[in-house]
């Protein structure tokens, strides 16, 4: 795959969870200069425009289940997949837009279903690990990494006609500091790579970043880094649905995107729950630019 090619795809999608605004986030992190950005870095840019999503007020409830928006969420995943699958075959980077992480079920239905030996970073305050029997919320958004493990409701596993699209061996989450009591006993049974807050403080990202960087290399022929805004601590991206503090910082990301782009290991990449209305002055759209700049080459000298 020629990462000289790049392919926006935007979702606009809030179905996943309830506060609004998040279905935004394409046109925020287009706003921050996203087009413009890549060119600088000699990066032949095809946007794609955005998958069509519905809006909540139409989606229908199914009676059987108590997960939020799930046929919508479903339809939209299946039009992303498809879309995602296509810019795979053509040769070009994905690079998706959010939304939701919801999203993450469309994404790697249509990267996995080419790429078999996939390997997934889910940079993350949460696990995202949840069921509709674990989770607290019902909030899909808090279900795709489970989904796409083949673990959890049906119509959400089988998205793009097969699962599971990923192996727990092949997963390493970073920056994990919101766990369910679920995410947390499914981590330990599956022995999901995680490496916590504690651990980040602890080793210190370049540390965490090498060790994933090898643990994938070894194990994976593809990866795909799935970016959740929340990682970074509220501070640094106020516009985000679910905040936690104690974060990680700026800095501290923009290092894991240079050592990913040195490593090449990355083949497509999303960045996910960038919310305008719960930001401040598009900082947090502005910090997604940024780290998507560092993720496909952006050098400081």
């Known amino acids: 795959m020629s990462k000289r090619h790049v392919s926006i795809i935007g979702v606009p999608m809030d179905l996943g969870q309830t506060r609004r605004g998040v279905d935004m986030g394409p046109s925020a992190i287009r706003y921050g200069g996203l087009h413009e950005r890549l060119e600088s870095l000699g990066y032949i840019v095809h946007d794609k425009g955005d998958i ?30 498809e879309k ?12 998706v837009l959010g939304g939701d992480h919801s999203i993450a079920l469309g994404t790697l239905a249509g990267i996995a279903r080419k790429h078999k030996k996939l390997g997934v970073i889910w940079y993350d305050a ?10 607290p919320s019902g909030n899909i958004h808090g279900m795709p990494l489970a989904a796409s493990l083949g673990i959890g ?21 970073i920056g994990a500091r919101d766990l369910d009591e679920g995410e947390r006993k499914l981590i330990k049974e599956l022995g999901i790579k995680v490496y916590t807050m504690h651990e980040i403080d602890r080793l210190g990202m370049t540390t965490v970043m090498k060790e994933t960087i090898d643990y994938l290399r070894e194990r994976t022929d593809y990866v795909h ?10 501070t640094e991206a106020p516009g985000v649905g679910t905040p936690v ?22 083949t497509s990449a999303e960045f996910v729950e960038v919310n305008p209305i719960l930001d401040e002055k598009n900082k947090t759209g502005d910090a997604a630019v940024a780290l998507i700049a560092s993720l496909l080459g952006e050098k400081l000298l």
């Open 52 to 81: 069509a999503v519905e809006i909540p007020e139409n989606a229908a409830q199914p009676d059987n289940t108590n997960l939020k928006n799930l046929d919508a969420v479903v339809k939209a995943s299946e039009l992303l997949a």
């Open 84 to 95: 995602v699958e296509e810019t795979v075959m053509e040769g070009r980077f994905p690079l």
């Open 126 to 135: 949460h696990g995202d690990l949840n069921t509709a029997d674990t989770s």
């Open 153 to 173: 409701q049906p119509s959400l596993t089988s998205i793009g006609g097969f699962a599971p699209k990923i192996k727990p061996e092949h997963v390493v989450i």
């Open 225 to 234: 880094l799935s970016l959740d805004l929340d990682g970074l601590d509220p």
């Open 245 to 266: 503090a104690g974060g990680l910082s700026y800095r501290e990301s923009h290092l894991a995107m240079e050592m990913l782009e040195e490593s090449t290991i990355v």
